[in-house]
């Protein structure tokens, strides 16, 4: 799974959360870089702050809203969102993200099938900082708007380049699906599409249509975690 | 899943059945039966290795080959070679349950019976009584089918012939391995191929969404095939 889904936040959304990270204080990033903690150079809110978590939950909130979203990741549990703050020169080299986390406040843990950076800076303000992604068809480059998300498989090689000019504030998001195999879900979220890309043309109640729906509602059933 | 599926065989074709099955010769059907249906099993068969069925086999084989639903249904790996069969007067089969796995006698083959097959080769006013009833969990089900038609239906399930009582019912049967072993994902994968044929009959197959449904429905295959 690779998506650029556009506009999960709306540009106001984005000001406000901007706004409340204004005075914030910063620590090390390298704080939740798991096994990459070498690899990684930025600040971040500490995870387990007030702003921190209101602020995720305003961000989980707004992606469960968004169909594209849903109909991409097929969400059991979101991890509380982070935020992170790429100032000149920082970066996060090619990693690959923890299998699993444990979150210390709730204790709850999940298995991270997905990852998703929303960003809060507009590509104008800063220079480098483009997330860079390896997926099974080869490595793609992503500097998306301000409120736009980019959702991969957790297992995919990923990396922020490092920033040359300005500044980089974003939020990342670890998935747990109801569909574990990226295969699996990738499958269901075309035949989503197929769906949508009927509907408008056919009716719901068609022969055809309830069999499709069927399908989907069927293929969840074989595959999916509740 | 039970699927009935009509004119596998044209009318041309069953006269020709017909003549070269008069013309051989049967032995006991309980050559074929496992343990605990050959003590149920009271029919005629055609040596399975002898020319009669091995010629039969082939023509069947051919027209199963011709039939789009037979094939979207089954999504047959490896059919057994065809079997014949003869119920006359006070000729039955009691209720039982197919072998599970099945060796094609002469080879190293062997098959997992995953679904059963009955082609029927006798009109049905030709003969009284021999329906093939199928249970199920929520009760049963009859078949009786003109010739030419073709019951294909899950080898998991407990089902009998009814006792002939006038004419005779002469029929091809056979079990096949699917490349889709899990009933479920195998009755799904034709709902979604019956929807797409029927969608690209409608919008053109060209269509985006009828492109991408195929795409689904080969990586589906993909996932949950044995080739």
Not at chain 1, 15 to 26: I, K, N, Y
Not at chain 2, 45 to 62: C, K, N, S
Not at chain 2, 155 to 164: C, G, I, K, Q, Y
């Amino acid at each position: 799974m690779l998506a650029h889904i556009p506009g999960a936040l709306g540009k106001a959304e984005v000001l406000r959360l901007r706004e409340a990270l204004a005075g914030a204080l910063w620590e090390d990033g390298a704080s939740s870089g798991g096994a990459s903690k070498t690899a990684k150079r930025n600040s971040q809110l500490p995870f387990d702050s007030e702003l921190s978590r209101k602020l995720g939950a305003a961000v989980a909130s707004a992606l469960l809203a968004t169909p594209a979203f849903v109909a991409a990741a097929i969400p059991l549990r979101i991890f509380p969102p982070l935020f992170e703050r790429y100032e000149v020169g920082d970066r996060y080299d090619p990693h690959v993200d923890n299998a699993v986390r444990g979150d210390v406040i709730t204790g709850a843990r999940i298995r991270v099938d997905l990852s998703a950076t929303l960003l809060l800076s507009e590509p104008s303000e800063y220079d480098g900082g483009r997330l860079v992604v390896e997926d099974i068809f080869g490595s793609r480059e992503f500097k998306p708007q301000a409120g736009d998300v980019v959702l991969f498989s957790a297992g995919s090689l990923n990396m922020v380049t490092p920033v040359t000019r300005g500044e980089r504030l974003s939020t990342f998001i670890w998935v747990q699906s109801m569909i574990q195999s990226d295969e699996a879900r990738d499958l269901i979220c075309d035949l989503d599409a197929a769906l949508q890309d009927l509907s408008p043309r056919i009716d719901g109640d068609d022969p055809d249509m309830r069999k499709l729906s069927t399908v989907y509602h069927n293929l969840i059933r074989i595959w999916g975690e509740a | 899943m039970l699927i009935c599926i009509p004119e596998v065989l044209n009318k041309q074709q069953i006269a020709f059945f017909r003549e070269t099955m008069t013309a051989a010769s049967w032995e006991d059907g309980r050559t074929t039966a496992g343990s605990q249906s050959s003590l149920v099993k009271n029919n005629l068969q055609l040596p399975q290795d002898g020319a009669a069925a091995r010629e039969l086999g082939e023509h069947v084989l051919q027209a199963l080959a011709n039939c789009p639903t037979f094939v979207s249904a089954a999504l047959p790996h490896k059919i057994f070679p065809p079997l014949f069969n003869r119920y006359g007067v006070g000729h039955n089969f009691g209720l039982h349950v197919d072998n599970a796995i099945r060796g094609i006698p002469g080879t190293p083959i062997r098959i997992r019976t995953d679904l059963s097959c009955t082609l029927f080769l006798s009109e049905a006013e030709d003969y009284d009584g021999g329906e093939l009833v199928i249970e199920d969990r929520v009760g049963s089900q009859e078949v009786k089918l003109a010739a030419g038609d073709l019951v294909l239906y899950p080898s998991t399930s407990l089902h009998f012939v009814r006792e002939v009582t006038r004419g005779a019912r002469v029929a091809s049967f056979f079990w096949l391995q699917s490349m889709i072993r899990d009933n479920v994902a195998r009755a799904l994968l034709f709902d979604l191929d019956q929807a797409i044929q029927s969608l690209s009959h409608r919008l053109g197959a060209g269509d985006p969404a009828c492109v991408r449904l195929t795409g689904i429905y080969h990586n589906l295959i993909r996932i949950w095939a044995e080739a």
